[in-house]
């Protein structure tokens, strides 16, 4: 699978405090979960029920440049 490097690059530049970013292994997309809200409690449940299809994105406080 590739994936799109453009896509993960946004969402660590994009990551803020309650937010956290998720790459999909098996669909290659990037899942976004923001704590508090209800329509993120599906995707949060989701990628806990699968936790090993999906990666913890780093946020940009993680990255040294």
């Known amino acids: 699978m590739q994936v799109k490097l453009s896509d993960i690059i946004e969402a660590i530049d994009f ?3 309650g937010m956290t970013y998720y790459y999909n292994k098996k ?5 976004l979960v923001v704590d ?3 329509d993120d409690d599906a995707v949060a449940d989701e990628i806990e029920d699968n936790f090993d299809q999906y990666l913890r994105l780093p946020s940009h406080y993680e990255i040294n440049d």
Do not use: H, I, P, R
Not at 27 to 31: C, K, N, R, Y
């Open 36 to 38: 508090g809200m209800a």
């Open 27 to 31: 669909t290659g997309e990037v899942e």
């Open 15 to 17: 990551t803020d405090d």
